[in-house]
């Protein structure tokens, strides 16, 4: 076996001091990703994900066959139960397309959870203030709005630091998040407290504030609809208008964009403003939509869950609306297959990190490709 058979190779420098190791293989990126390869990797993802999910529940002591029928059973099995998997997947909707939008300009939004609970207090706010006051068909939209533009204000700030600053959107969204909670924090202790109450929560918001059902006897409410009309709007907005080629052109080479006039500072602002409102609506339908009052436990994760959204749906609106449901199903299905197994509901969190990483491996075998070295390299 000669030295360049080997599985490594030492190489000299040309001063013959210093040496170092060259593996015979490496990672070259493609120039041209390949769609089906792409959606092979996908698949591998989700093969991994089914197998991690499979190895967690024997880890548990119980049947994989008998958990995974609950689980499947828990969440599509009835109409009632494929009604709750939509109530869970409609938060994922929303902020798995608020994350879409802003990484499709290579902006780095974080914190969708923050611009959630941004949105969820502005419309609490109005829905406590003017809610009586108003009929149903008025204070519903107005509640919406308060909660898109709640969510657009507070994405805003990151946002308008980068431009004028160039300060990293992503350390400042991730801080924003924390500032936001401890804002809800201080205001259910005290100002939008409930009276007589020992919980961090608001009093119950006025009955013509709460968003109308779907499906009678079912939580299925109007935040669906609006959910899959974003998808729409969002499609629409990324793929059929100029200002969507402009987002598209700045998330492909930012350099390049500029060159060909498109203000870039101006379309990253755009961008994390209306991620900011989409994650900010997210929130103004949680509270009138399922609880009839603010809690400091509103979300539980849906802004940093939006992102493994928008990653498994490729950052496409309809692929994130199949990704929303199939983690809806996985929440909805595993508290199903608690009872039925005695499995811990747990395994579908670990189930949605596995997932992501997995889908980072595929990313990169589809943008990349393992070549041998060539010797005259």
Not at 66 to 80: C, E, I, Q, R
Not at 157 to 164: A, E, S, W, Y
Not at 262 to 290: H, N, R, T
Request: glycine residues 8%.
């Amino acid at each position: 076996m000669t030295l360049q058979d080997s599985p490594t190779v030492i190489e000299r420098t040309e001063d013959r001091t210093s040496y170092f190791v060259r593996f015979p293989w490496k990672l070259e990126k493609r120039l041209m990703p390949s769609k089906a390869w792409q959606l092979v990797s996908i698949a591998l993802a989700l093969l991994g994900s089914a197998l991690a999910t499979a190895l967690l529940i024997l880890v548990a002591g119980a049947s994989v066959s008998d958990a995974l029928s609950a689980m499947v059973t828990g969440a599509f099995g009835s109409g009632k139960a494929i009604a709750e998997t939509l109530v869970q997947a409609t938060p994922l909707i929303f902020t798995g397309l608020a994350v879409t939008v802003a990484f499709r300009a290579r902006v780095w939004n974080i914190g969708a959870e923050g611009q959630f609970f941004a949105g969820a207090m502005g419309a609490t706010w109005f829905a406590m203030t003017f809610g009586e006051k108003l009929p149903s068909a008025v204070a519903i939209p107005i509640v919406i709005l308060m909660g898109i533009l709640c969510g657009a204000l507070w994405a805003a700030l990151p946002g308008l630091l980068k431009i004028r600053f160039g300060t990293n959107e992503i350390i400042v969204t991730v801080m924003l998040n924390f500032v936001i909670v401890y804002i809800l924090s201080y205001l259910l202790s005290d100002p939008w407290r409930a009276p007589n109450s020992y919980y961090y929560q608001s009093p119950i918001l006025p009955t013509s504030t709460n968003f109308p059902r779907l499906i009678a006897g079912t939580r299925l409410h109007l935040g669906f609809i609006l959910a899959l009309l974003t998808a729409i709007g969002v499609y629409l907005l990324l793929w059929k208008t100029a200002f969507g080629y402009e987002i598209r052109a700045i998330g492909i080479n930012p350099t390049a964009a500029s060159y060909k006039g498109i203000p870039v500072a101006k379309v990253m602002l755009l961008v994390i403003i209306l991620s900011g409102a989409i994650a900010g609506l997210a929130g103004a339908c949680e509270v009138p939509g399922l609880q009839p009052r603010l809690r400091l436990e509103v979300s539980t994760g849906y802004g940093f869950t939006g992102i493994i959204i928008a990653m498994l749906g490729r950052l496409h609106p309809v692929g994130v609306v199949l990704a929303a449901i199939f983690f809806g199903a996985l929440v909805t299905g595993s508290s199903a297959m608690q009872i039925a197994v005695n499995v811990p509901v747990a395994i579908a969190q670990a189930v949605q990190g596995i997932t992501l990483l997995l889908l980072l491996i595929a990313d990169v075998l589809s943008q990349y490709r393992i070549r041998r070295w060539d010797r005259n390299e």
